[in-house]
């Protein structure tokens, strides 16, 4: 069965900092993982990404601030996040595709086929 479970979210003053932690199956060991992110009312936004050989993306939005890094003894992927500001509250999602490597399509929600029940960060100012 694969699963997915965030954790690590929280409430932080602007500037902060957190780590987004995502224990995965070890099935999901080899595939392209991202993390998204929604607010209310708004459509979920990919955050970052990272493949089977460890290529990353990042939105123009966090690059910079935030890292996406992956542990495989641990089937675990972490987000950490730096300089928090208020615009990066939301609720935070990890995701699975089935394929190795991301694509372009990599960066939007419907190309996932596993999902987290994701972990609420709130910044405030």
């Known amino acids: 069965q694969v699963q997915l479970a965030e954790s690590g979210g929280g409430s932080v003053e602007s500037g902060g900092s957190l780590k987004l932690s995502c224990l995965f199956s070890?099935?999901?060991?080899?595939?392209?993982m991202g993390w998204f992110r929604q607010t209310p009312g708004k459509q979920r936004e990919g955050v970052a990404r990272?493949?089977?050989?460890?290529?990353?993306g990042y939105a123009d939005s966090v690059r910079g601030r935030f890292t996406v890094s992956k542990d495989h003894a641990k089937n675990t992927l972490y987000l950490q996040m730096d300089d928090l500001k208020p615009e990066d509250t939301g609720m935070y999602y990890c995701?699975?595709?089935?394929?190795?490597?991301?694509?372009?399509?990599?960066?939007?929600?419907?190309?996932?086929?596993?999902w987290g029940q994701g972990t609420q960060v709130t910044v405030s100012s």
């Open positions: 990272i493949d089977e050989d460890g290529t990353l």
């Open positions: 995701a699975a595709d089935q394929a190795k490597f991301c694509t372009l399509n990599s960066d939007y929600d419907y190309w996932y086929d596993y």
């Open positions: 070890e099935t999901l060991s080899s595939v392209c």
